[in-house]
């Protein structure tokens, strides 16, 4: 059977191969410490499932959605955004719902990519800006992260010919798999070049609510004039720890969300009722969840840091995030480190090289884990002199 050809320009999922070095790794009887894929470890709050379990009982939640969203989930998303980010969005045109913001991310391009069209996609980067790009025709333009400039992309570097072509500018703050963060002035400066060259701001804010200190991640949403060429993907996945339960919501720009409201009404049917009615108490109560959920995290960073510290490596505490996002050791590279890892220590982590080719020579700790498996984690790069040289 002959596939689409556009199959071929995927390389294998990131997360599938980490699977599948890790269930080889376990049929051979390896306790293994999986540090690899995003996904929270703890169950997502009682008061949360307990609105989906009441849901689920009422047959009126049992049809087809409004593709769009239910009124009461869009506008516990709008109220969200109003207490979080002081922003007030009308959630009869500028809030959407999605199955997850892989969904929406995944469609996106669909809408606003036409064949030859450009994006503007960071490099390192959660794999489906990219991809998605393809599928429909585009053409993915990388833009560095790199570290000496916190892991923003230098803007000043993007060719004019390429701007004037591009649609979409990806970016995502609290950052996979870096952890950095966005500055206010880095997204004025992204609202102006967007302005100037006619282009959608596709803002991936998926980790807004894991951070830590006093450091609270910001909304691209926030700066003057921004509405006018940015949307943003929000996730209940890691700020609820509801990362199977596949909802979200987009918001901002009118046009572009009732762009991608018209693809996404023929490509899909919306969100589960009961979901989103689980959806509605994550939200209106975020502050209790969200604290509950994300204060695991912050000791945990700090066991890993403090770990990786003990063994020569230099690694400043990430301000936001689940990930620890640190530099493989010389002789290394970031392929052969994970395999190594996972060979000497029965530890799984991802490659940096799976985010792009400037992921190269860094390698991603998940915070998924207890605070004593991420102390044995370490302990175990002791035993088998996994040290930072
Ligand atoms: N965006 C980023 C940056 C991610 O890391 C992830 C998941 O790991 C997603 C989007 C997708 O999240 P979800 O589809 O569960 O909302």
Redesign the pocket.
Known sequence: MKHAKRLDLVPPYLFAEIDKKRNEAIAKGIDVINLG???PDLPTPSGIIDAMKKALDDPKNHNYPPYEGTDKYKEASAKFYEKRFGIKLDYKTEILAI???????AHLPFAFVDEGDYTLVPDP??P?YKVATQFAGGIPYTMPLLEENGFLPDLTKIPTEIAKKSKIMFL?YP??PTGAMATKEFYEEAVQFAKKYDILICS?L??SEQYYDDYKPLSILEIEGSKDVCIE?N????SFNM?GW?V?FAGGNAEAISALGKLKNNVDSGVFKAIQCAGIEALENFEKYTKQVTKVYQPRRDVVIEGLNSLGWNIKPAKATFYIWFPVPKGYNSTEFSALMLDKAGIVLPAGVGYGEYGEGYVRIALTASEDRLKEAIQRMRDNNIRFA
């Open positions: 894929i995003g996904d199955i997850g913001s892989k969904e929406g991310l980067a959660y489906v995502n950052n996979n991936d998926a980790y993907l996730s209940l996945s890691k990362t596949r979200g």
